[in-house]
């Protein structure tokens, strides 16, 4: 199939097949994925594997969660702790006598009502099991339910995780106490040299480090791109609220089980769309279809709410109650929303590769946030902490006096509660030496987040765009509440508004999905094919066939090709993708030779703190978590000494984070021009010489820069009435 008709099918709504580069490539059967472990005698020992996604899902799992033991480890204490939420909640419900423990009636001459131990308090177990309301009861049953289906999990997962132990073992030549400094993309290159030995998969003669990257996250990518191009319904107009953003674990739950593996969800298999999704006659029925389980499923969770809300209390009270008591600016402390994770997140990146790059963004996120303060609420903390701060010395004093203060009634609840009030105030109030640079910060958070909206341009200072960046970089309180609410939003939004998007997600899976041989059925953008879902606004004057729907939406496409060849240097990408790439790379370098603005403003004038303060990061920063928390290949010369081992990461994170920035500024270069169209070249109408991405960094470059003969400019000046730095 030529590419031109593959761009017609595509714009058409025709399910695509992607020809291999292979030529013995042949078409996904249930029945030919095979698995071949060596023995500890070096025999091949053949065992068929019928979920080859899977198989790649548990061996990064498993090198992810540092091997068998601790995987283990980590299920069976989950369920202990589950059974002592449960176990605990039904004590503390029905088997406490609170009369003796409070000591309620303090005139009763009855023995019955003395507390002398603590244990006097306790109703024995058999007259407690006997007080047991039918709710109750019931709610126990189906906890009891859940616990041994959970039960049953962590032993199918044992013995899949114990396989996949021998796998590393006796195939691969990892041992378990290796795993913690061995990086993910070594294992990649043994999973792919172990194909070329024992025929790990049998649709291909080679694997590369895309087919790993697209079967491990093949519904996950789905799932980004549907996000991308507004799909599924996240965002909702509340009265009084505004615009919110919602999508909590419970809901994203649902939506994983009704798409990818639940009764009726559109894939066959895990490599397999449904025949009836191919084809465009049948989009109606499917789409009544699909709204009918959306019905079913929201009922089912508008059913199971209550206990499910029950479970968010206690397990939200045990887990964050003592923290909160403790710390309780724990609060305003911040986190990346589960709808940041995924708007922000490439196709074909990993959860360590996130993680990462979230985790660098992080200081200059929260360092943008905390710019912005509202005056009349630090007015009233500063009073707040104020009283709370005087009630709480005296008390604090009269106890280091007289110990006795403490026997007085509910003085030890008055005195947390006042030291949680004077925590609570003291995060809302900013710190006095901060200054108020937003628009440089926003470009240090870009820089390793890699996207922002266009509309955010020359717009940091705004409430608007604060606003929006919280909805990525939300506080923790937020969090804690959304997922508290989650069992009774979710399903209403499953009745009332996902039930009336099936034809749009049905018309997506038909139109985005394409069959690569040897992989299965994946997203088309997951490809990262900048032909046919490149943007040409983003593609540094390259050109496309992309039609503007089959566009990603703020150069997804562009950037998820950046950060899948930084992170995979060995891979070999299409023809068009690497004159894309090249293009990029000779930009970056004459910007920081032509103007000096990547290598002076970002390191020297600190523009980008992050990217400077990484080159001086210890290894241990860098690795987060671990080496096997590391991007990319650990080392790429032929020494293997730390600072090696730091500089390549560091050089590939900055060379990355330059690349965004670049590409976003030209971005808003094409975005000027007049009469410039984002279809594709074949619709462009021919726009005007643009001007040079090296002079654009120049006057950014003079902006930062002082001038020495401007005795007005002594400062770097990012008002709102001066140009902007160029980013989209």
Request: glycine fraction near 4%; aromatic fraction near 10%.
């Amino acid at each position: 199939m030529s590419s031109h008709q593959q761009q017609s099918n595509l714009s058409h709504g025709e399910y695509e097949r992607v020809l291999s580069e292979d030529d013995d490539s042949v078409p996904l059967n249930h029945e030919d994925m095979i698995q071949i472990v060596s023995n500890e005698r070096g025999e091949g020992k053949r065992s068929h594997i019928t979920n080859l996604d899977e198989f790649f899902r548990r061996i990064y799992y498993f090198h992810q969660n540092h091997g068998f033991r601790c995987i283990l480890l980590r299920e069976i204490l989950e369920l202990a702790q589950f059974a002592f939420i449960v176990l605990f909640s039904l004590f503390l419900m029905e088997c406490v006598n609170y009369d003796i423990l409070f000591q309620n009636d303090r005139n009763s001459t009855s023995p019955w009502l003395k507390k002398e131990q603590f244990k006097d308090a306790f109703i024995p177990l058999d007259q407690c099991v006997k007080r047991f309301p039918s709710g109750i009861t019931v709610c126990a049953v189906i906890a009891l339910i859940f616990w041994l289906f959970r039960l049953a999990r962590v032993v199918y997962h044992s013995i899949r995780h114990y396989e996949i132990k021998q796998f590393y073992s006796n195939a691969l030549k990892i041992e378990a106490n290796d795993l913690s400094n061995v990086t993910w993309y070594d294992v990649m290159s043994q999973v792919i040299e172990t194909q070329h030995e024992e025929v790990l998969c049998v649709h291909k003669q080679n694997l590369n480090e895309l087919d790993i990257y697209q079967r491990t996250l093949r519904h996950k990518n789905y799932m980004i791109s549907m996000i991308n191009k507004c799909i599924l319904p996240v965002r909702f107009q509340l009265p009084l609220f505004g615009n919110v953003v919602f999508l909590t674990s419970g809901y994203r739950f649902n939506l994983d089980m009704l798409l990818f593996w639940g009764p009726g969800a559109v894939f066959e298999n895990s490599w397999q769309l449904k025949e009836a999704y191919k084809n465009a006659a049948n989009r109606s029925h499917l789409a009544k279809e699909m709204s009918r389980r959306i019905l079913l499923l929201g009922i089912a969770n508008l059913l199971l709410s209550p206990i499910i809300f029950m479970w968010q209390i206690l397990h939200s009270f045990f887990s964050y109650g003592e923290l909160i008591k403790r710390n309780p600016s724990v609060l305003g402390a911040r986190r990346w929303s589960n709808y940041g994770r995924v708007y922000l997140r490439h196709f074909n990146e990993l959860d360590h590769e996130l993680d990462a790059r979230l985790s660098r963004g992080y200081k200059p996120a929260s360092s943008y946030m905390n710019c912005f303060s509202s005056p009349s609420v630090v007015i009233v903390a500063q009073s707040i902490g104020f009283f709370a701060g005087a009630i709480l010395i005296v008390l604090i004093c009269l106890t280091i006096y007289d110990e006795d203060v403490l026997n007085v009634q509910h003085v030890l609840s008055i005195m947390t509660l006042l030291g949680a009030t004077v925590g609570i105030c003291r995060s809302l109030i900013p710190d006095e030496h901060d200054i108020f640079c937003p628009e440089r910060l926003l470009l240090d958070t870009l820089a390793q987040i890699h996207y922002v909206p266009g509309h955010w341009h020359g717009k940091a200072h705004t409430e608007q765009v604060r606003a929006e960046v919280a909805q990525l970089f939300q506080y923790k309180a937020v969090y804690i509440i959304e997922e508290l609410l989650s069992p009774l939003v979710t399903p209403l939004i499953l009745i009332f508004s996902l039930r009336y998007r099936t034809l749009e997600i049905v018309d997506f899976f038909r139109q985005f999905t394409c069959e690569v041989a040897g992989v299965g059925d994946v997203c088309s953008f997951a490809t990262m094919d900048v032909k046919k879902h490149g943007n040409p606004q983003w593609m540094m004057g390259e050109t496309t066939d992309a039609l503007r729907s089959a566009q990603a939406e703020n150069g997804k496409t562009e950037l998820s090709l950046l950060h899948f060849q930084s992170a995979n240097p060995s891979w070999k990408p299409t023809l068009e993708s690497e004159r894309f790439l090249s293009r990029v790379r000779e930009q970056v370098d004459e910007s920081m030779v032509a103007s000096g603005f990547l290598s002076r403003s970002l390191a020297s004038r600190g523009v980008f703190d992050s990217m400077a303060m990484s080159a001086t990061m210890p290894l241990s920063n860098v690795f987060r978590g671990g080496v096997n928390r590391c991007e990319g290949p650990l080392v790429t010369s032929s020494t293997g000494d730390t600072e090696t081992q730091q500089q390549v990461q560091t050089d590939a994170v900055n060379l990355m984070s330059r690349s965004a920035v670049v590409l976003h500024m030209q971005h808003e270069l094409q975005a000027k021009q007049p009469n410039y169209s984002t279809f594709g070249s074949s619709h462009m109408l021919a726009p005007p010489p643009p001007r040079s991405l090296e002079r654009e960094l120049t006057s950014f470059n003079d902006l930062v820069q002082p001038s020495e003969t401007s005795d007005d400019d002594s400062a770097a000046s990012f008002l709102p009435k001066q140009r902007k730095p160029p980013f989209a």
